[in-house]
């Protein structure tokens, strides 16, 4: 079974900086199922990116992925307010969906 | 419009039962390349994926925690995905969503529903 492990648990930044979130596997997994997820308070998740680097549909392109094998990287080039929220990576494999436990992205 | 909209979701006493819906409208339920899903998060907690069902409801399956209690089905007529939740446990408590699988080449969750609450309690 594939546990995805995400760091920090919580990122204090400002408006304006950089975002880098990490997201581990504990094993080799394909990259085309590696997928990141936002989700604000009270609303449903939103898919960001997925096959680990292709941006869905409205995302602004100040996000980005990137990664393979067993280590991602969720990057937000330069934060704007609506972008505080808690990000979840998510694989898929074996018939079933593993999601990490969420990093917690606030404003510092 | 494109959407999921879950329904069914309240308190219940523990070893009970619940019957979640969730209608899908806005596009063809039954494409090749859409599975369904259920999704849940425990108050405060992270996403847990619970269940899937193939587009044509031939193939299931489920996460570790629920196998042999939930069950998931589809009717393809009624473009509804429904979850049966048996033996309920404190530990099920959460706002249960069902969510779209979009195969090829996304393979990424890309529709999910606004979320349904349920509360195993005495």
């Known amino acids: 079974e594939i546990v995805l492990t995400q760091s920090p648990g919580t990122l204090s930044l400002s408006p304006g900086e950089r975002a880098a979130l990490s997201c581990r596997a504990s094993q080799s997994v394909r990259s085309s199922y590696f997928a990141w997820y936002q989700q604000k308070p009270g609303q449903a998740p939103r898919l960001l990116i997925y096959g680990a680097s292709s941006r869905a549909t409205g995302i602004p392109d100040r996000f980005s992925g990137s990664g393979s094998g067993t280590d991602f990287t969720l990057t937000i080039s330069r934060l704007e307010p609506e972008d505080f929220a808690v990000y979840y990576c998510?694989?898929?494999?074996?018939?079933?969906?593993?999601f990490g436990q969420g990093t917690k992205l606030e404003i510092k | 419009q494109v959407q999921l909209v879950e329904s069914g979701g309240g308190v219940v006493q523990p070893g009970r039962s619940l019957r979640l819906s969730c209608a899908a409208s806005?596009?063809?339920?039954?494409?090749?390349?859409?599975?369904m899903h259920w999704v849940r998060q425990a108050p405060g907690k992270g996403l847990e994926w619970v269940a899937l069902v193939s587009y044509d409801g031939s193939l299931k399956y489920y996460a570790d925690s629920v196998k042999g209690r939930f069950t998931i089905s589809r009717d393809t007529a009624r473009n509804i995905l429904y979850l049966q939740m048996n033996s309920l446990r404190a530990e099920d408590t959460a706002v249960y969503y069902c969510?779209?699988?979009?195969?090829?080449?996304?393979?990424?969750?890309?529709?999910w529903g606004q979320g349904t609450m349920v509360t195993v309690s005495s």
């Open positions: 969510a779209r699988w979009i195969g090829d080449p996304f393979d990424a969750f890309d529709l």
């Open positions: 998510q694989y898929y494999g074996d018939s079933r969906g593993t």
């Open positions: 806005g596009f063809t339920f039954t494409f090749y390349n859409y599975g």
